[in-house]
């Protein structure tokens, strides 16, 4: 992708060559076996091409080699070779990924930003505009707020910048202290847009009964509202009783969304079961600091009337949380499977997982080797299910997730509990209940 648009070129051709900048972002390579991706020249991983990283000068010959020369013929990563080319944080990546030589699914390309890995004209506008915003401004955010759909829309309006003369927003000062007086002794006039928006948007602050976020959000509706009216109504003249319009505009507001926001949550109870009468349970849960970040998944093994069988954790690198997910279910099958239990009732509390594993499409998938060994022991002759619970029902394998500081990067299998995790295996036992919120 090395071509030039000339001035001769057609717009066509040179639209074409544009998108390219695109396509290298959003195209990544799925690795299965490791036969068809270059190692060092495709992306593979979300750091991009190797090459950029390489410690040592990289030959032609080099630049050839595909992803599986790295490991060995079971998929173990040659980390004697790996630490001579490439950094550690590099490495920790590369952990991550699982891949399998022998298989025969060649490895095949997929489209990052979509979430099933197939190319669509949202995602790559999503793509495209990323690069524009505020790393810090988080999107869902806005969307989950407790307002009504216009809002929100304002809102997301406001912060790409959308609308003209913003500046009414952040001029009616003595409006926004009327409102609220103590705005003076802080920073509120002197943050940059973005900041200022999703600071108060954020704020758990209460402000009479309602909630600051609520009261900010309406009153930048409302404002804006007025100065349309003032801009396009010439009869338009702006109340001496904006601020009062605007308290009585969020109290609606927050007495009808929180009165339905209530409804539809109830309080329910939930406890981890005991696996069926000759089964085992096998419970897994993945864990990463960071999307990415250090990762690492683990699981216990219990029989029927709750008491221990294994445990494990296997330590990662740098990872995603679904990426650990389905590193715990891949190890906690495989334990299962080689210690000779063949009724198995496997839980996770991820829900993306559990659906990925269930999923018989041959769509792309930027974890496809790991989903394919996962899908193949379930295949396996044994009654083997799965099933989503919720995090309260998984806190023992969600502690062993969660405590791998001090571990190596390898699999740590342990035959007895840890000490530490033995209340949460008393409770689990004797089926402790506790609330939770839907």
Same mark, same amino acid.
């Given at each position: 992708m090395s071509v030039t648009a000339k001035s001769t070129d057609s717009l066509l051709w040179k639209s074409i060559l544009k998108s390219r900048v695109v396509l290298e972002k959003g195209l990544r390579m799925n690795i299965t076996n490791g036969q068809k991706a270059k190692f060092w020249t495709d992306n593979w991983l979300r750091c991009g091409p190797l090459c950029s990283y390489a410690i040592?000068?990289?030959?032609?010959?080099?630049?050839?080699?595909?992803?599986?020369?790295?490991?060995?013929e079971v998929g173990n990563w040659d980390m004697q070779i790996l630490e001579q080319e490439l950094p550690r944080n590099i490495i920790l990546m590369i952990l991550a990924v699982k891949l399998d030589p022998t298989s025969e699914e060649g490895d095949t390309s997929c489209w990052i930003p979509s979430s099933d890995g197939r190319f669509s004209i949202k995602s790559t506008y999503d793509l495209q505009r990323v690069d524009s915003f505020d790393a810090e401004t988080h999107w869902?955010?806005?969307?989950?707020?407790?307002?009504?759909?216009?809002?929100k829309v304002f809102i997301w309006r406001i912060l790409h910048e959308s609308l003209p003369t913003l500046v009414w927003l952040l001029i009616e000062m003595n409006l926004w202290l009327q409102i609220d007086p103590t705005l003076i002794n802080g920073s509120f006039f002197s943050l940059d847009l973005k900041s200022w928006i999703m600071d108060n948007v954020r704020s758990v602050d209460i402000l009479a009964g309602i909630p600051w976020s609520i009261i900010f959000m309406y009153s930048l509706w409302l404002i804006w509202y007025w100065r349309n009216l003032f801009v396009?109504?010439?009869s338009f003249n702006w109340s001496r009783d904006a601020w009062q319009q605007i308290w009585t505009k969020s109290k609606e507001a927050w007495d009808f969304l929180k009165r339905e926001h209530d409804a539809v949550k109830k309080d329910i109870l939930i406890s981890w079961e005991l696996p069926k009468h000759s089964y085992v349970k096998l419970n897994v849960d993945g864990s990463a600091k960071g999307q990415p970040g250090m990762a690492a998944a683990g699981g216990v093994i219990r029989y029927e009337v709750g008491n %221990?069988?294994? /445990? !494990?954790?296997?330590?990662?690198?740098? &990872?995603? @949380? *679904?990426? +650990?997910?389905?590193?715990?279910?891949?190890?906690?099958?495989?334990?299962? %499977?080689?210690? /000779? !239990?063949?009724?198995?009732?496997?839980? &996770?509390? @991820? *829900?993306? +997982?559990v659906q990925k594993i269930s999923n018989q499409s041959l769509q792309p998938e930027q974890n496809a080797g790991l989903l394919k060994c996962i899908k193949e022991l379930f295949q396996r002759f044994w009654n083997c299910t799965l099933t989503h619970i919720h995090r309260e029902a998984n806190q023992c394998a969600d502690w062993m997730a969660t405590h791998h500081?001090?571990?190596?990067?390898?699999?740590?299998?342990?035959?007895?509990?840890?000490?530490?995790?033995?209340?949460i295996l008393l409770a689990d036992s004797i089926s402790i209940f506790w609330s939770r919120m839907m």
């Open positions: 040592n000068p990289l030959s032609e010959m080099d630049l050839e080699l595909p992803v599986a020369s790295f490991c060995d869902s955010y806005i969307w989950k707020t407790v307002c009504t759909r216009k809002v396009f109504y010439d %221990w069988l294994l /445990g !494990f954790n296997y330590k990662i690198g740098i &990872s995603c @949380s *679904l990426q +650990a997910e389905l590193w715990a279910l891949y190890w906690g099958l495989t334990l299962c %499977w080689d210690k /000779g !239990f063949r009724k198995v009732q496997v839980e &996770s509390d @991820s *829900l993306l +997982a500081e001090n571990l190596l990067l390898k699999l740590h299998i342990m035959d007895s509990p840890p000490s530490s995790i033995s209340a």
